[in-house]
């Protein structure tokens, strides 16, 4: 039921009622974690929200890149060769995780510049103090009003440069977006999962490693295929299609833009002895 109120625990005290769609929102901001012990009418016993399945109304609309994310293996070549694999969770295919997640954060800009709220434009830039020219992609704030779900990389996307309110090379802004670790794709992929967790569309299981760390797992749901379903691939197919074939120096350019971030913000393991 979409209408249930939930409790939740935080600091020893109960708290609520509140509307599943306000659960799901202190959940996004961080007020309520996936192992806060939840209550609704009907439950048992309190349980972890983890292990809650929030059964929204109907299949929440997915971002272009998060229908990448969910019909992987249309995007990205299964099997090994191609870099660390990840499992989609909609099939239990395998598929390389750098060309899925370079695949997402294309689609991604793209999408926002077919929706009217980012432009997109290779430009000449001067390198190695000016000896030499090189093209970069700048992304510049275009439209306000942006029809994406929350903590989608559309969303961070199109949040960040309203919130900067000048243009910026892609590169910067993709860089913003990931975060430093030791390998930022599987980083950016763990964040988009968890962003269609928070909404329902995945079901999230908090895994202890060591006793100590605290890992999610991810799988698919009833809302998930649902999602899936309702939103194939093929639009963002051909949107790939059409840039290849009218604006390739753009793909091309963004697909370098994001390599460039992916390694800026990779983390290389000291090694050596103290």
Sequence with gaps: MTDRLWYYMQNGRQMGPVPQEALRSLVAHGAVAPDTL????????????????????????????????LHGSRFSPMGKGHGPLFTMPTSGVQVSAPILVTAMYTVAAL???????????????????????????????AGTQAPWPQGSPEWHMHRYLSQYRRPMELRDLYTVLLQSDSDP???ALRSALAALAV????????????????SYRYSANGATMAAAAAQPPASIEDLLA?????????????????????ASRTVTPNTSDE
């Design 199 to 214: 909404r329902g569309l995945l079901q999230q299981e908090a895994v202890k490693t060591l006793l100590v760390f605290t």
């Design 242 to 262: 059409q840039t290849r074939r009218t604006r390739f120096d753009l793909l091309q350019n963004i697909e370098q833009q994001f390599a460039s971030a992916i």
């Design 111 to 141: 999408a926002n510049e077919q929706a009217g709220l980012i432009r997109l434009t290779v430009q000449p830039k001067k390198a190695m103090l000016g000896l030499r020219t090189v093209t970069t992609v700048m992304a510049e704030l």
């Design 38 to 69: 939840t209550w609704a009418e009907g439950m048992p016993q309190w349980t972890p929200l983890s292990q809650v399945e929030l059964a929204p109304a109907q299949p929440p609309p997915l971002s272009p890149s998060e229908v990448v994310l």
């Design 185 to 187: 794709t599987q980083q």
